[in-house]
């Protein structure tokens, strides 16, 4: 690895970035950095850390403040199209045109780059062999499921097969299948073709796979080298902790990542991952006078990552958890969102097939499955946004379709996009969504005013929201949900595009909420988030394939195999072979 | 009952933020309507202020030269050469260098003293029948001013001269005076609509809706929410307009203001319930864009504006009945240039409330119920 030749090489790279309120927004503070050929390089760090603007220089499109950036052997800010017509960038939205069928795409961008005749001949079976896509040639893309746009984005990108390839958090919105498909055909290009790749990611399990990862933070480069160096950093710091019975692991997990000299803490399996700061080794861990036991574990990338972004973090934003109240809320809980026998159907097509769950008060639910799975419809029809054509459905007692504005007063709503009005300012969308839900004068203001303490939002008041980062947005869309403090919320891929650091944050408010009594139903690609939940469901082609807490799923899905599967690894194995038995049903 | 209508004030206030946030989108509603209106008001005019000619004279007499004298003096026709035959005229029609050929027949002198039609041909270019129709207007008119004046010196009687087509046109009177009142409603429909069907669209599009329809708004607030903002938007700019026809092209006014913006309220409420009802159908801001163009075009040709309604086919006078502008060119024109009374306009205003009291239910069903 270390002898081969370099692809790019970074020195000293700054940018500044300018809001339209006027502040001015440091991207890159001064970063030096090398990638080698023929491997895959990770970057890896929090929402604003600056990888996005770093692959936006490299690919020639912005240009650098000072610094030199030279790629593929060339000077970037001075031939910017002779690198651009050598490396392959994929942007976090790929442009594909939606009304334009898959193959029309993909001879569009042959055309754009120049690729003609003999050499689209050689380079056309093979994309649709590793991409799969060759039974969709005539689809329209806007028709693709999101894991499918995103590989057709990837064949357009390989079209003229590029030395480096620059890839922008590709596998966002994408389903673990899907994402695992998509990483086939990137080591596949690297393995064959010697195709250098760097990619940004928030997954860390994708950065682990990586040949050399770059931790950034803030425009700065933390650290860097092979993940096993990186992950090294973590040894002895991990222990997997059982809590109290009857605890739900995800309050059991809040309370943990709140003490001090706790690095990192997860639900795992029913149980609690911790990461502890190396120093704090020696003191026993407890909780409201009960010590736990604990159980040290081999450290993952994630941990170390962790950690890692501890000793730099500023004040880690901390929700406030009540004392534990045994029963009342949980499982043991009265009813409040009933589905029974559910069917959907688009033409002749079943979105959702005879789909039946009950979700009692204080539980968190959630509603796995593939990209087309039949999730977003199933959310569509519970909020009332979209009529059933079978089955009954109840949420809070009544059937929020034909419910009236009461009823719907009760739920909270964040949807896939963080559906917020862009020109308005943080105060300005608040406002709006508290006085719609009949919050008026002082009530009002003190609402808004606590939840924008409690999501950090204070000192973006008047920034468009619009122009918020990305982990800002979901948490003003979070904040709208709850400012009418409902009974139910609703959360669809509220995590999507967050950062590993963020997405816990969301986590510990849910945890909160849950322990409120507030039931919470969400939809989500991270299967790590599944561990939070109660009970989850997976849906494949409309259908319910498996249901149960996460442990039950777990074990389902491990058979006679002794080792307890990843989350992950557990949903690819259920979703799979429920669709070999199709198949040969099929057959 | 207050509830609602605190949640539709806060409807109204959302929507008016938006639309009025961004000094470009401010500046977007206002300017494009005076332009327009400027624009319309010189361009869209069907008087002609210079009209070449030829002349094919083929009396010489005192009488012609008299008659050609008159056609000059009025400093419309500019003659571009003269001929004895109107074989030698014809190629310069032909090549559109003229408008029109004015032939003066070889008795026109005689005839004309003796009290016989004396003949005088007015030849145009067909090809633009509109630009060429009005020159033969003109040359006609002044023709018979001339025969008339010539008539009444001489003592003689009888048919003068024997050119009759449109002698009723009057040179004098300008289509601006009908066509700027007439804007004030084509207008603001053309903006209102649109607005009205993009802010739904792109609502549509961000997944806003959504949060209105999960939230305790229902679809009638929701209408309503849309439709106020769009109706403070479309009454500003008709006002804009009506301020530009009074004091830049100084046009009277002569009827009451109050008609008229009882009329312009309606017919905006008409106008927004087509624009609610275009984008209910719609599922992205392209297809409310496309839309809204389909329906326009229509309902400009049918309402009045450019042709009367009245020389339509039956089958497109029917469609003239559901198009809110038909109303409200006929309820401007009425109230700004005759004076007219609210109740002589009376069933036109019924008529707008009608396709109003339609079109919004419809939209508001349409937001619950469409299916995606």
């Not at chain 1, 790629?71 to 009304?99: H, K, N, T």
């Not at chain 1, 991409?131 to 390989?158: D, E, I, N, V």
């Not at chain 1, 092979?226 to 710091?237: D, R, S």
Request: aromatic letters at 6%; one cysteine or more.
């Amino acid at each position: 690895m270390e002898d081969r030749p370099l692809t790019l090489v970074a020195r000293d790279l700054r940018k500044t970035f300018r809001r339209d309120t006027g502040e001015a927004v440091e991207a890159l503070a001064g970063i030096s950095l090398e990638v080698r050929k023929g491997a895959l390089t990770a970057l890896v760090g929090p929402d604003g850390a600056g990888k996005t603007t770093l692959l936006r220089l490299a690919s020639g499109l912005v240009a650098p403040d000072s610094g030199s950036l030279e790629v593929v052997g060339l000077d970037v800010s001075a031939e910017p199209q002779a690198v651009q017509d050598r490396i392959g960038y994929m942007p976090q939205r790929f442009g594909l045109y939606e009304d334009l069928s898959v193959q029309e795409n993909l001879d569009l961008y042959a055309d754009l780059h120049g690729v003609t005749g003999a050499r689209r001949a050689e380079i056309y079976p093979r994309l649709f062999e590793m991409t799969q896509l060759g039974r969709f040639k005539q689809r329209p893309a806007g028709k693709l499921s999101g894991g499918m746009k995103q590989k057709l984005g990837l064949a357009c990108t390989l079209v003229r097969a590029p030395e480096l390839l620059l890839l922008d958090e590709p596998t966002v919105g994408v389903d673990p299948l899907s994402r695992r498909e998509l990483w086939e055909i990137v080591f596949k290009l690297i393995r064959e073709d010697g195709l250098s790749v760097l990619v940004a990611t928030s997954y860390l399990d994708e950065a682990e796979r990586c040949a050399h990862a770059v931790l950034m933070h803030a425009g700065k480069i933390l650290a860097e080298g092979p993940p096993a160096e990186i992950t090294a950093k973590a040894e002895g710091c991990c222990f997997l902790v059982k809590g109290p019975q009857g605890l739900p692991a995800r309050s059991l997990q809040a309370r943990l990542f709140a003490l001090p000299g706790i690095v990192d803490a997860v639900p795992e399996a029913g149980r609690v991952r911790v990461v502890r700061q190396p120093g704090q080794l020696d003191t026993a861990l407890e909780i409201a006078g009960l010590s736990l036991d604990t159980e040290p574990v081999e450290p993952r990338f994630e941990d170390a990552f962790m950690m890692l972004f501890d000793s730099v973090a500023e004040e880690r934003a901390r929700v406030s958890h009540g004392t534990i109240v045994a029963g009342g809320s949980g499982p043991h809980g009265e009813t409040v969102v009933e589905v029974h026998d559910l069917v959907r159907m688009f033409g002749d097509f079943t979105a959702v097939d005879h789909v039946s769950f009950s979700v009692r008060r204080g539980e968190v639910y959630g509603l796995l499955g593939p990209n087309g799975a039949g999730k977003s419809t199933t959310f569509r029809m519970l909020c009332g946004l979209l009529p059933a054509t079978g089955g009954t459905l109840k949420v809070a007692g009544a059937d929020l379709l034909r419910a009236g504005a009461k009823a719907r007063a009760r739920l909270g709503y964040v949807a896939q996009k963080f559906s917020l009005y862009g020109q308005l300012t943080v105060d300005e969308n608040l406002e709006f969504f508290a006085s719609a839900y009949g919050l008026r004068g002082s009530g009002k203001k003190d609402r808004i005013r606590a939840l924008k303490n409690d999501f950090a939002l204070e000192n973006l008041s008047d920034l468009p929201s619009g122009q918020l980062p990305g982990g800002f947005k979901q948490r003003l869309a979070l904040a709208a949900a709850l400012l009418h403090e409902p009974d139910i919320l609703f959360l669809d891929e509220a995590t999507s595009g967050a950062d590993p650091i963020a997405r816990r944050q969301f986590w510990g408010r849910i945890t909160a909420l849950s322990e409120q009594g507030v039931t919470v139903i969400v939809t989500t690609h991270f299967m790590d988030e599944a561990e939070y939940c109660d009970r989850i469901i997976i849906l494949d082609a409309g259908k319910n394939l498996a249901e149960g807490t996460p442990l039950e799923i777990r074990q389902q899905a491990a058979m006679s195999d002794e080792t307890a599967p990843s989350m992950e690894e557990a949903f690819i194995a259920i979703v799979e072979r429920e669709r070999l038995k199709r198949t040969e049903k099929a057959a | 009952m207050l509830a609602s209508l605190l949640r539709i004030l806060t409807l109204i206030r959302k929507e008016l933020l938006v639309i009025l946030k961004d000094p470009k989108s401010r500046a977007s509603l206002v300017v494009p309507p005076i332009l327009q209106c400027l624009i319309f008001g010189y361009a869209a005019t069907y008087d002609l202020n210079s009209v070449p000619y030829v002349l094919v004279d083929q009396d010489r007499s005192t009488a012609s030269i008299a008659l050609v004298a008159k056609l000059e003096g009025s400093g419309l026709f500019q003659r571009q050469g003269t001929f004895t035959q109107t074989e030698q005229a014809a190629p310069l029609l032909d090549a559109g260098r003229v408008m029109v050929i004015v032939v003066i027949g070889p008795r026109f002198e005689r005839d004309l003293q003796a009290g016989a039609p004396a003949p005088v041909q007015v030849i145009a270019d067909g090809r633009n029948s509109n630009t060429s129709g009005i020159a033969q207007g003109y040359a006609s008119s002044i023709i018979s001013d001339f025969a008339a004046a010539r008539q009444a010196e001489t003592g003689a009687k009888g048919a003068a001269v024997k050119v009759s087509t449109r002698a009723w046109f009057n040179p004098q009177l300008e289509t601006r005076w009908s066509m700027v009142p007439s804007l004030i409603g084509t207008i603001t429909m053309m903006m209102t609509m649109m607005l009205t069907a993009m802010s739904v669209a792109r609502e549509r599009e961000e997944g806003t809706f959504d949060q209105l329809l999960v939230a305790p708004f229902t679809p009638t607030e929701i209408m309503i929410g849309k439709a106020v903002p769009s109706m403070i938007v479309g009454i500003t700019q008709a006002s804009a307009i009506l301020l530009v026809a009074l004091f830049w092209f100084r046009i009277p006014f002569a009827g009451s203001v109050l008609t008229l913006y009882a009329g312009l309220a309606l017919f905006l409420a008409a106008a927004i319930g087509f624009g609610l009802f275009l984008s209910s159908l719609a599922g992205n801001m392209q297809q409310a864009m496309i839309l809204c163009f389909v329906f326009l075009m229509p309902f400009m040709l049918l309402s009045g504006l450019v042709s009367p309604t009245d020389n339509m086919p039956t089958a497109l006078q029917y469609l003239t009945m559901i198009n809110p502008l038909t109303y409200a060119i006929r309820i401007t024109r009425t109230v700004y240039l005759e004076g007219g009374q609210f109740a002589e306009l009376l069933p036109d205003m019924l008529a707008l409330v009608v396709i109003a009291a339609v079109t919004m239910p419809i939209a508001a069903w349409m937001f619950k119920h469409r299916l995606n």
